[in-house]
């Protein structure tokens, strides 16, 4: 009896002990750079997952050029005006350069100088994390437990170099929760991947961000362990082609086949979400943009841009390409008098664009999610959702008798256009990625 509730008692103070661990913002400065092991000395036994986790963002998460640009051009400048965002622009780090935030070495020095900062989301950040503080996972909230154990997924396993412990937190979504989730300190979620994916169906059917990111691979994960199954460290996402291409289906059908030159056609388009497993776009969604352009080409070959139905939904004109300005806010922390912003959207008008809008607090869009004050229309499309856009096609007078061909594009950009010209981004992070396409026709006759 005693025996059992003193097991009782000590499991208690476990669990206790490590929620008193700091963690997200109190762990700041409560640990040293020399506490983590480098990435090179992983490389010596685990040779292939540190080649993929070379190649991944996860690697360069601090040093990647356009985070570079948003937060030294435009996040650490404005918590140097505006006091409620140095913690901001400190917390960048609590996800993007950890080591840097839990040593307290913020704001970290630039890229170029090469310092533990770049590091990234190192292994060392990953496998010492040993759980998480609080309800929700979000704002960094993992707590690290750096040392001589490593947390991996796997009972029983033994290194050379450390001890290896199993943890189940490292399976879970949650795990990844922990950065891919963010609230701001207006109380907005503006970053909230895994709590989408909890709504949708791949929670219920049990299948993790790790299947799709993380699929396993033939190999050996060190140098001295057995061949078998490894979770591939590539984490593929937005970056990849391959990862974006057919995330959505599309399918089109005209409501007839053979019309007079003077009849009007709709068209159905339907847009299925068939691989994500959270909304699309999701993550860094203030940035993002995926749009619906759709043509038709008469038997002459001239072309006709169709612009979509409105549905009439509250907050919908943010869904429609337009030529508004936006992101004026960019202005306070670039020292702009009356900056007018740049182009909101820089695709062309009268597409349908899938995305949610961040407000500042004039009402004007901001891509700086910390200076977000509300959200607008939700209009991404959810894991395993159907979007219908329908369209309607007055027949130009000049068009070509005979076959007219119909065609639907959703392209994907991971920055809006003009921010991304006006901010002197590589051209590479707003270029227009193909998702899907379709084809359809109708006859012509006079
Ligand atoms: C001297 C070689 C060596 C070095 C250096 C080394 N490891 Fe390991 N590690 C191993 C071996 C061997 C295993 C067991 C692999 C097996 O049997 O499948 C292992 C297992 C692991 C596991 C457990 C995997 C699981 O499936 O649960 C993790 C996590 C891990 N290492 C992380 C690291 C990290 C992080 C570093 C760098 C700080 C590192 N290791 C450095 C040899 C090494
Ligand atoms: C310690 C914080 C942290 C944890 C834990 C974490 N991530 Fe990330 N992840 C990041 C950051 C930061 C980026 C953004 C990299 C960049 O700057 O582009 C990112 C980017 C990504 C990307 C996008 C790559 C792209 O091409 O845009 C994917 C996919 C991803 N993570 C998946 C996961 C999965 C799956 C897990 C859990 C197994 C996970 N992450 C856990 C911080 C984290
Ligand atoms: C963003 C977090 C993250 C980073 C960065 C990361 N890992 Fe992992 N690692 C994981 C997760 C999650 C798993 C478990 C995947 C699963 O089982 O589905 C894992 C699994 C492993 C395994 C066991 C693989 C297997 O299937 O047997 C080893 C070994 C490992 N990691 C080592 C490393 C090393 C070395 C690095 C750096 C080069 C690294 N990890 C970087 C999150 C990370
Ligand atoms: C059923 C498969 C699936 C699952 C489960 C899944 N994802 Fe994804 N994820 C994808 C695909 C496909 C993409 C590429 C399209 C895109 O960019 O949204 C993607 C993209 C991403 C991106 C980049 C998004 C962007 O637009 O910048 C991140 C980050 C990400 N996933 C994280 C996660 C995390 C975290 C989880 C778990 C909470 C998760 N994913 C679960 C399939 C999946
Ligand atoms: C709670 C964790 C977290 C915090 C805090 C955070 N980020 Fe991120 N950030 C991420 C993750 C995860 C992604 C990847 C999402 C995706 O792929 O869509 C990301 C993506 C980005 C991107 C886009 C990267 C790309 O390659 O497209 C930029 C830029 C960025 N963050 C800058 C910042 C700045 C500046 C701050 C501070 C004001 C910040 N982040 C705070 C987790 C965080």
Redesign the pocket.
Known sequence: MFKQSLALLMIGLGSLWSQSLPSGEHALGTKTYDQYEK?EV??S??VD??????Q?M??QAYTHHWDEIEYFDLAVPHGEINPVYKPVSDGCNGCHTPLAFMAGDVTPPKPSEGSRANE????????T?SGFAGGDAFNFNYVSEPGRT?F???PG?SSPHHI?KENDF??QAE??GT?HNEMNPYGIWVKSTQLEWAEGPYADQKV????CH?P?AHGR??KM?SE????Q?L?HGAHDPGKVASVIEIRMHPNVREVEVDETITLQVQLFNAKTGHKFPTGSVEDRIAWLHVKAIDSEGKEYHLSVDPKGFEGESYTIASDDMAYSDMGIPLKLKDFAGVARDGVPVGDRIFRMPYFDENGIMTIMQWNTRSLGVDYRIGPRETKIETYTFIMPDDIAIGKVTFEAKMYYSRLVKPVAEYLNVPDEESEPMLVNTANTWIEIYE
């Open positions: 990435p992983c490389q036994c685990h997952i540190y080649m993929q986790w070379r991944s996860m690697s990234s989301v190192s292994c060392e950040v990953c496998h994390i490593k991996g997924p796997k396993l290896t490292i399976k795990y990844c950065c993790p961000c790790h299947q993380m396993k994960s060190a362990a078998g199954l490894v979770a460290h984490f």
